[in-house]
Structure formats: structure tokens, C-alpha cells
């Protein structure tokens, strides 16, 4: 890019360099290309289609239906349009809808009255075209800045029919990354594609809204149909000039038939009827009928136009060859020149490819004027499939000539290239031939089914939506004949585990061919299997409550057969309960894993005594599970023992055997790491986890698409370790490689893998907590948050907990970055949040609800808010539950807990209140303090303390005694261990001489500062220096005391000189940390001199402790 001098009014220069090809530019956007050049897409301003005159409309009829050239105005969508319109208007600044129904239904009329209301409040409209259908525009660049614009609206029709990773690339352009609000409309005929979108749209770092709007069909009642009817009518008559009175104009048939609850088949018959009473002739009276006529029409204005040549017009290809290429047209999608011209050259090698795309550009130019070299599929959607199959071969339909030569073409389109790759537009083909085949049998017997089980690969480079398209042919209908045969084909092809791209297609596949195989056997050990394998399918897809329904119908068939024969089927049974007990966490159901496992595990054993040359993995697997479960539940040690045992039985047995076993011996790996870090071993955590991960890169060498999401969880431990082990950096660096593996998962299935991908986002934000990267951890952790928030409102049951945890990081580094405010809102749902776990599942939940509150009180005591005593009682109440039931774990919490809101309503002025909570800390240290343990008996010296002071603020009795006892113990501390307890000996002593003099027990306070003295100086000839500024301070406090009584002033004045010449030996030494108490000491020693008669020493050292004297004008005023 360019700049132009400001003054020019272009703003921007944009220079495109092209050799040997065509080049394209835009200004204002970013431009994705894939490795070999090909664009992933291109963005055009949106255009509305003008110039459309009547006599062309009226020469294809059909023309008229294409939604782009808004021929009928809009009605009977009211409702769904404002809808649009307050999605756009409302919101965050990014957000994305996704709008489906049934082909027909209005979808892209609705959409371009979006955009045509959009441009006229000011908006920016583009269209995104896919890379498979783009073409050169005819103006080598587009001008999508967005200056003076009120926002940007980005529209994509056949969303659905877009890969995943295009659709990301798309919605990372930099044309949605501007101040102004950005909207993305997606377009589909169904809601397939949308659920891995919104995963992969809450793994952005930014706020982005998602919602999906379906388009319900016509109510049945007739009269919605009926007004929608007559004003197609006469939307279509503006275009008929014979037609003076379109409202005379009738249905043939009656509207409230199903097939007109879609809008297209409405407008179809509209059209029909207006184009038959124009020209005299009978409206059919059914759907295939107004199909028919129209397709006529179509032929009629092909041969029209050929048989005008001979009058000068410039059209030289016959109504068949015109056929034949439109057919082409359909089954590939939009394509540029050349790629046309190859395929039309393939397919009709003796006609004359250039002069057909020519006239075919006639009949069907592009919606936009700017993509002039586009070869453009028949229009719309519906009435494109029917005519597919009316061209075909078998057709029902004899008054419609099929074309012998279409027969081929569907297996031509669809044959791989030399290199074996098959065709970019495989999913296009493949899921316009299934649709045609839902409405017209002979086009999947014919054509689409001998392809696909000729070549079931295919299916699969179809993609996930191409198998769930063939597996939703005649859905709700027996599966059988050559439908059948062509989805056991496919199941032959597909993978026998985890396939991360197609996992949802091939359970759609299963779940077709289950269902059928099920009807087809009266066996009870078949249907037990169909269920078993049935789930494993489901879980891979991420659809937790459908393997949860499978695994349990396994299991309840297994355990009856077990019951009548438990030599055949206990091992059955054994593997159903494996599956069950790994399914029953994703929905929630944690609480019944352990025992199902366990079950599993114990039939296993007995299967294995009684059979030791048994296949090791169910006892195996189930030992895993009952590890997992257990650790669950906090029980680490005992889940190390069974894993370890799980580990042991894999690693028997040859070199074979163990590699047979390399996944569940890294599964086993990785779960040990797990259990060891509970178990407070982060080193041997590391170590299993690096294990688990260097057995996985091999597996996953040979196929990435089946381990990569094990090889991601244990990358994902690796990073808990090492951030254990004291290196966040680390840490944080080996959890990005995580969330980017998570993100390509998610792109190919969002419901198994988005729980992986939030979970490392949830991690990753706290290592960089951990790494001192705030900035980067405040959007991962939003994102996290985003993702859990999502998941839960699908399944609260297993991600609530997750949300919880989230919320309380997300909360913590906002406090960090002080913004308090949000912090206060994000950490109050967690604890919304956790007290609803809580109180449905205590055990599970009650932990990381405290650990909640125990945030919440912190950042509202931090914030100085009156609803952190409310908080602080409902913490020490949770706090209390769980310390009663593990005291090592949370009784010290629970302390703090109560210190703190002793601290908080003494700040408010509720003394009293205060003194509550404090009575229970002493009760606690007291408790603890009687094992003899120092450290205790420390936290009951210091709780004392604390409780002397509010009693004597509150004029209760039991200050004094609750400091001497304090003291007490502080002396018994200090002979132990002087250097730890000293400090906080000189605050008891201080405490009690206090109280002494407050209390006017002037003798008592002497006798006692004298005390201290002396048992100081017993002390320390174990460690004079440690020693020597405790007795200076007992000396100078000694003194100061005598001073105030005004009596024994030689002994003050003896103790303050001994005081003085020691911190003035400490002075010379550290003269920051004692200037201050050698100051206050020569003040004091000063006051008792001058009493004592000395008044001009008395004055000199005054004079001294003035001004900011030398320690040479120290010694020198001392006579030193």
C-alpha cells in the first residue's frame, strides 16, 4: 500500500503487479489465498441487480425466482425482517447470525432486504463469495473502506456449503476489525455447519455476539399463503402487460397442501399462473406440473434464441447443448472461464466449448455485472435439483425428454484426478445429487449411488456435511435397497476410531445404518453391539447425551444376556461399562461413574483370573476409568494404585502386545500425571505427562486426525507441571502450542472438542497470569469464559463447573489489572454459579464455591463495600462445612476467614460484633496449639494478642489476662527459636504494658518492663546481636515508663543511657532502620536529665535530635 499526499482525494493507492494471470485487490480488506494461489474467497460491494427488463424476465420465467433480482416485494416475513434489523442495531460491536430454513423458504430475499435497508441507513454491504465459486470480477480491485460509514454488514449465502477453516479465515478479515459495528450474516438452508462455527467463533479473543435465526415455514391456515400469493401475482403481472388485473388471478390448487409452507413453491405457483394467463394457457395443478412449465420455458427461450440466428443474432448453440451445459453448470456451481471450459470440454468433447460458455453467459449472466467471465448454475436452488433430475435417465416424468447423455455425467464430475485427489467441488455436487435424490428416487439409483459405492471414498472427501447429506436421503423412511448398500459401502471406508473432520458425518452414517440394523436382527447380542459400537460414535462427534442413551441401551441388553449366560457375555457386559462409566462425566453425571467403573473393573478381574491370556484392555480401561473417578473425587492415592495397576497389566506381554497397547499405556500415562500432581509430585507429573506425549507422536504420526485430540490433553497436562515445578513461562509457551491444536479440533467438530479448547484457554490465562503477561491473559480468559458460558447453557450439568472456575480467574486478573468494577461483576456469577453446584452436589462442589467466596470477600474488602461482611459470613459458614469433614485442608482458611471479618467490623465500628469471630480463632489456635506444635502455638500467641486489644477497645473483660497469656507463650517461643519470635515478643510486651497503664497498674507495668529486661538479658548471650536491639527497646521502653510516673528517675535515667549507647551502635550500622527509636530515646533521656537537674546537657542533646545531625554530632553531644 501506498500513501497518496493528503491532498489527493483518492486517500488510498493500491498497485497490483500481475504476470501470467489475473489480479485482484481490495482496499480496505485483507485478501486470503490457499498455497497454490487460489483465493479463499473474494469480497464484492453488494449490488443490486438493475436493468432487468421485462422482456428478458418474461423469456425464463424463472429469472423472476432468483431472489437477487427482488422482483416480488416482500411480504409475509415481517416479523423475522425487524428481527434482522434489531440484530443489526443492537449488540457488541462484532456479531454474527446465522440464518437458515428450508431451500425456498426466503432466505436470500430476506437477507437482500437486509442489506438494501442497511445501505439506506448508512451501512457498508458486502458480499463474500467463495473461493469454488469465484471468478475474476471484471474491475481488478474493490474499494471496501469504510470511512463515513455507520457500520459494516457482511453477507455469505450458502454458508453452509463453506468449509469450516474458510469460513474462520473469513471472519478474522481486517473489514470486521474497524471501530465501527460489524455484522455477519450467514446463509444456509441448514443449521449443520453452525454449531462448529460458534466453537470456533468463541476461540476469537474478542466479544463477539453469535445467534442463529430459523425460518419456520408458511402457517397452514391458508390465509398467510393466500395474501403471500396474491401479492406475488402481481409483483409478477408489473412484468406482463396482458395481465390488467393479477388479483382475478387463482391457485390451481389448494395452498394449504405442506408443500407450500416453503416461500419459493408459493412464488412458483404465482409465477406459474401469471405466466399461464398471460399466455392462454392452463396453470398446472401440482408441484411437478409447475416444475415442468417452467423448465419449458427455459427450453423455450434456449431454442428461441438459437433459431434467431439465422435473423443476425449473435447465439449459436442449440436448446440441447444449452441444456446440456446448464446441467454442468448446476453440478459444479459457479466456476470461472477456464475451469468451465475444461469441464465442458470433457463432457462434450465434440461441441464447441468457447461459443457454448458465450451464449450460456447470455442466458445466465452473474447477479453481478463486475464477475462478466462467471459460468453461473441455474437458479433457483430447487428448481436447479429438479431439473438435474429431469435430465436424467428414469425420470417419472414422460412428458419432460430426459437426455441419454446425462447419464455419464454425474460419475464424470465426480471421477479423481490423475493424482488421485477428487474434485474441489466433490461437496457441491454430492449435496445437490442427495438433494435431488430426496424428491427424486432415480437420481440416487442411477446416479449417485453407483458413484458412491463404486468409489465410497468419495463420501468422504464429500466431507462431514456430504455424509450427513447421503445419510439424510428419505430420512424418516425404512433404510433399504440400493440407499442401504450405498451406506454400508461407505461404512466399509470409514475410519474404525476418531476421524476429527468427519466425526460428525459418520455418526450421522451410524446412526442411519443403526437404526436399520436394528430392525433388520432379532438377536440380543447383535442389538447389544449395534448400541456399544452406536455410542462410541456418538462420543466421538461430541454428542454426549446420545452416546450416554446408546452405551446405557448396551449396557441394560449386556447385563440380561450376562444374567442367562455369564460365560458368553460377561465380558460384554464388563466392555459396555467402560464405555458408560468414560461417557457419564461429559453430561454431568459424574456422580455415577465411579460405581459403574468399578463394576467393570470387578468382572473384568474375575474374567482375567479366570482366563489369563484375555485381551487386557477392558480390565485395563476400566481401571482407567476407576483411577479417573476417583481422582475426581479427591481419593489420589487410591486412584494411583489402580492406574498404576492399569498401567502394569498394558506393558505385559511382548514387543507386539505393547505396542497394540500404546494409547491406553499413554492414556494411562497421562492420568498418572494427573494423580501425581494431586499427590503434590510434580516432577513424577512431568514425567508421566512427557511419557504419555512422546507415545502419542508416534501414534499420531501415522494418523493425526485419530490421536491428535489425546495428544492435545496431554500437552495440556505438560503445561499444569510446569507450572507446578515453578516455570510459567514455560508453562504458558507449551499451552499456546495447546490451544492451537484445540482450535484445529474445534474447526472440525465443535461439540467434541470446544470443552478441550476452553479448558486450555482457561489454563493458558492463568500462566500468563503466573508469567506476568496480564495483557495477554485478560482476552484468553475472556475467550475461556466465553466458550464455558456457552457450553453450559447446553449442558449445565458438565459445565457449569468449569464456567465457575473461569469466572474466578477472569476475576482475578481484572482485580490485578485494577479494574475492580468488572472484577466485582465476573467473580459475583462465579459464586452465583458455584452456590448452585453446591447445594445440588456438596461434595463435588462446596471446595471451589469457598474458594470463590474467599475471592469475592477479598476484592470486596479491597474495594472497602459494605457487602463484603455478608460475604465473609457465608464464606466462614462454607468454610466451617468443609473444615468440619478436613480440617488439614481448610481449618486454616477458615481462620483467615475469621481474622478477616473481625478486621472488617472492627473498620465499620461494630466492635462487639468483632469480637465474636476473634473468640472463635483462639478457640481453633487453642485447639491446635495443645499438639505442642510451635508454629501453632505461635498462631495462638498472635490471635491473643489481637483479642487483647479489641477487648480492651470494647472495655471488656479478659484483655490483660488474654496478653499475659500471650506473652507467656511468647517467652516459651523466643527460648526456642529467639530469631522468628523476638518481633513479635516486643508487640505482646507492648500490648501488656499498654493494658497496665491504660488500667493505672503503674507498679504492675514496671515490674513486668523490668522482667523483660532481665529475661533478655539471660537470653542473650546465645546471640548478642540478635539480641541487642530487643533489649535496647525493653531498655528505652523501661525508661519511658519510670519517666511518665515521675519516679525513680535515676533508674529511667540508668535504662535510657544503656538504651541510647546501644542504638547508637546499631545507628552507626543500619542508620535507616534505628535513626528513629535512637531519636525518640535521646528525646525521653533528654526529659529525665533535665528533671534530674541537667538542664544544658539536657538542652545539647535536644538540639541533637532538632536538626538532622551526623552520627559524629551524636557521639560527640554523648561525650562518646
Known sequence: MTQVPSGDSAGVQQVVHVENGFGYGCIGADIHVFGDGRPVYLLFGHRRRTGLESPWLRAQPSRMLDARAEIVDFTGRAAELEGLLTWRDTGPRLSVRWLHGKGGQGKTRLANLLAAESLGAGWKVVDATHGTDAHPPAEAGEDLRLD????????????????LADLSWLLHNRILRHSVPARVLLIGRSATGWPALRGKLGQFRESIDTSDQFLPPLPDDGSARQRMFTAACECFARHYPQIDNPRAITPADALDDPDFGVTLVVHMAALVAVDAAAHGRRAPADMVGRTVYLLDREHENWRQLYENARHGLDFRTSDEDMARAVFAATLIGPADRRTARSVIERLMPHAPAERILLDHGVCYPPADPARVDSFEPLLPDRLAEDFVALMLPGSPITGYPSDAWAASVPAAVLRRGMDGAAPAWTPRTVAHLAAAADRWPHVGEGYLYPVVKADPQIALDAGSAGLGALAKIADGEVLDGSLLGVLESIDTVLPAGRHIDLDAGIAAVAERLTHRR??????????????????????????????????????????????????????????ALVNLSAYLPGVGREVEELAVAQEAAAISRELTAADPQSDPSILSGALINVGSALLRRRRPQEALQVTMEAAAILLQGDDATRQRYIVPVATASDNLGMIFSALERPTDALAAADSAIELLQLVAERNLSAYLPDLARALRHRALWLRELGLPQEAALTLEEVVTTARRLVTANSDAHEPGLATALDNLGSYQVDAGWLDEAVPTLEEAVALFRRLATVNPDAHEPDLAKSLNNLSAVFARRGRLDEASQVIREAVDVGRRLAEVEPAAHLPDFALALDNLCALLGGMRRPKVLAALREAIDVRRRLAEADPDTHLERLIALLEESATQLRAAGRLREALVPLHETVAIHRRLAASGSEAHQADLARSLVNLSSLLADTEEDGALAAAREALALYWRLVAANPATHLPHLAVSVNRLNSLQVKGERYEEALTAADEVVENLRRLSPADPALYRPFIAKALSGAGRLR????????????????????????AAYAPHEYADDLRDALITYAAVLEELGSTARADRIRRVTQTEATMDAVYEVLGM
Open 148 to 163: 463515513g460509514h455507520t457500520g459494516v454488514l457482511l453477507l455469505v449465502d450458502y454458508a453452509d456449503r463453506w468449509p
Open 518 to 575: 436394528l430392525a433388520d436382527t432379532e438377536s440380543a447380542v447383535d442389538r447389544a453391539i449395534l448400541h456399544s459400537h452406536l455410542s462410541a460414535r456418538y462420543a466421538h462427534a461430541g454428542l454426549a447425551d446420545k452416546a450416554v442413551a446408546s452405551a446405557e441401551r448396551a449396557t441394560t441388553m449386556f447385563r440380561s444376556l450376562a444374567e442367562a449366560d455369564p460365560g458368553a457375555h460377561r465380558a460384554g457386559l464388563a466392555g
Open 1043 to 1066: 519517666t511518665a510516673r515521675g519516679s525513680g528517675l535515676p533508674q529511667a535515667e540508668a535504662a535510657l543511657k544503656e538504651a541510647v549507647a546501644l542504638f547508637v551502635q546499631l
